[in-house]
């Protein structure tokens, strides 16, 4: 047994030891705890300069967006306008961002235009980045072409949820446009009607002489008679010089109609649906410049048909310009072109363009196809009766009548492309 | 000889043939050419009558065979016939001294009225280019001396003036005047100051 004097000792010492563990144990705790809180701060400082820098892109981002000279904004799919720069604010004449911000882009669309608007932003909202133009009348009643140059916003999980829409004033790009498609339109007009009367003139030059001649020797063979002393055997010869001119002024007349026929078709297998396309192309600009929508309905399995694509082309541009020019001068508010191409009977394909415009008048349906038949101030009346005599060329029929909501329908028709059936002799029982 | 002729240049054979048939039945001379060219080769100037033109042939036009005609002081009237549309040119071809034009169709009465005019209008031009060609043979026979005695004489002067102005005896002033009245075949001094001034007129 110790004595209680060591016993004390002992205890002593091995609280001592005790504490001195504790001590140690504590001071490295400290030392971790320190060293943690050391990398916190580190940590912190990190996160805090990465929000800075976010923070300066999205500044250094508005800056450029802010003081963009074009108009700026983004748009819900509802055409509501969720953002928009200063730019965007003069260019719809708004006074402060309240004006425009949470209200319908379309309050500034021109109302004839306001379809086209739509369809194309459901096209960039189906992920479509594109370009149109439309008229657009501001907040102050300004009228104005703008040309917005279209594409979808998508968030981190590629949804769309903006379009996002860069848009300038193209007024005066598009007077221009204008002014310089006026003054080409006014040129072809010109150099047609010029070129109809030469050659006007140039058959009433033609058709003169054999006319004074027959008057000449009719006028001298009178004059002969009334002065007597004449024997009617002397008045054979310039007799038959006037039958004679007579005939020949027929052969002019032959010549001419054979001329006007003369431009023979060359038929090849075409597919009808690529010369809609291509038409559909050589009238865009048009269709776009007044507003119109052109829609295609073409069946995809059609035979091919025999064709002077050229040749059918020129009939449907018309066709197509036509119905483009009707809508417009009957300032339609819906203006809608549609094409379409079908079976027709067994051995045709027709193909129809019905557009929403005035129509025809029923008492006029059957003159449409004549020369010199026009409804337009400016128009010669040839289109047509150009467009039917190549259809017939083509073994083909063309008709027209209006449709019941109003619009004009014109229909032609091209025969199939057959090996047994050379075209020639389907032409020529046509003819006949 | 110089029976008045109407030539007639028309490329159209059928439309030269008809115009002379029609023009003979007034009982004129027709000769038809078919080409400006064949007419300038074939044309005599001396011959009296007029000219009936189309303004539209293929090689020299009516319009160029008028210049050429002019270039050599040929003075024949041109009735140019034109078609339709062509009445610019006529009046053109008028003022640059055509005679007249007439459009297609025309009345058969009007062109004979126009034929006959321009007939009547080149005898009139050949009358008074014979008589100057006739007073310049005249005034050309004269001597020297006759020609100050004549302008003398033609200005009123009496023989006595005359004599003192060219420093000559009066009896000297009186032979060259008897013989100016008998070269120029003058009858009397107003005679001699018409043909002066007829001169005069001409330059």
Redesign the interface.
Known sequence: MLPASDMLWLALVVLGGSLTAVLIVLGVVLARLRDAERRLDERESRHESMLDRLQENEYRLRTIIESEPECVKLQAEDGTVLEINPAGLRLVDANQPADIIGRKIFSVVAPEYVDIYRENMRRVFAGEAMVYEFRAITLKNRVAWMETHAAPLRDARGNIYALLGITRDITEHKQAEEQARRHQTELARVARLSTMGEMATGIAHELNQPLSAIANFSRGCIRRLRSGGMSPVELIEPLEEVCEQAERAGDILRHVRDFVRKSEPHLKPMDVNQIVRAVVKFTEHEARQQRTLVRLNLDPLLPKVAADAIMIEQVMVNLVRNAIEAMSEANSSRREITISSRLFETDFVEIEIVDTGPGIDGSLIDQVFDQFFTTKPEGVGMGLAISRSIIESHGGTVRAESSRDGGAILRFTLTINTQQSSRRERADSIHS | MNEPTVFIVDD?Q??A???R??I???RLRVETYASAQAFIDGYDAARSGCLVLDV?MPGMSGIELQERLAAQRIRIPIIFIT???DVQMAVRAVQAGAFDFIE???N?QDLLDRIQRAIARDAEQRDRDQQRARLRTLFASLTPRESEVLDLVVEGLSNKAVANALGLSAKTVEVHRAKVMEKMHARSVSDLVKMAMQRQGWG
């Open positions: 159209d059928a439309v043939r008809s115009l048939w029609l003979e039945s007034v539209r078609g339709h549309g297609k169709p025309f058969d």
